[in-house]
Structures are given as structure tokens and as C-alpha cells.
Nanobody, 127 residues
């Protein structure tokens, strides 16, 4: 079972992109899905997440109001709608899923909460 992230690309500052994260293989039950990103030379950073059953979302303050996490339960797919993009949003974006209820223990913002990861998709925002 894998997660497939897609939708990355090159966009000008102020533009928008929509990332998708879909299950590849047999669907699985999960408690939360999340987006993280890693810019060149920097540590991984939490972007946003969503509780699969009730749709409650969480965001890093630096993207709040610009990014929106959503999911389609029937398609087992999560989305990241990114608006008003800035050059500092340039990074590889990774999606992840929590199938062990770990995010209930450690919260939805930590990498430790997630056990299945996608391969990443590159987002480049030009100035």
C-alpha cells in the first residue's frame, strides 16, 4: 500500500496549485492524513492535516488562510489547495496517513503520528 502525491509544478508567486494524494493499492482505514513539506537545506515542516472521519483540519500558521486541506472519502484521496503562493512555499510536498491512531496520542502536527508516506511532489514558486 502506498500513497501517491501529484499536482506539483512551477507557478508564479500569487498563483495557485492543487495537490492530490491517493492510495495506490488496497484501501486502508486511517485516522488522519497530513501534508508536510521540505525545502532545500531545511527540515521537514508540517503544512496541514485532516481527520478522516469528521473532516476536522489543522494548519501551520504560516499557511493558514492560503492553503486548504480536504478529502474525498469515496476516492480515498486527500487534496491540498494552495492559493497566494509565495517563493518560500517552494518545497517537496509529502502526504502521509495515520493508520495506527498515533495522531490521537501525539497530535496531528508531528511526523511521528504518520506511518504511511507518499513519494513527494515538487512545488516551485517563482518570484
Amino acid at each position: 500500500v502506498q500513497l501517491q502525491a501529484s499536482g506539483g509544478g512551477l507557478v508564479q508567486a500569487g498563483g495557485s496549485l492543487r495537490l492530490s494524494c491517493a492510495v495506490s493499492g488496497r484501501p486502508f482505514g486511517s485516522y488522519a492524513w497530513g501534508w508536510f513539506r521540505q525545502a532545500p537545506g531545511k527540515d521537514s515542516e508540517f503544512v496541514g492535516s485532516i481527520r478522516w472521519r469528521n473532516g476536522i483540519t489543522y494548519y501551520n500558521d504560516i499557511v493558514k488562510g492560503r492553503f486548504t486541506v480536504s478529502r474525498d472519502n469515496a476516492k480515498n484521496t486527500m487534496y491540498l489547495e494552495m492559493n497566494s503562493l509565495k517563493p518560500k512555499d517552494t518545497a517537496v510536498y509529502y502526504c502521509a496517513a495515520d493508520t495506527r491512531r498515533r495522531t490521537v496520542e501525539v497530535g496531528p502536527r508531528l511526523r511521528d503520528g504518520y506511518d504511511i508516506w507518499g513519494q513527494g511532489t515538487l512545488v516551485t514558486v517563482s518570484s
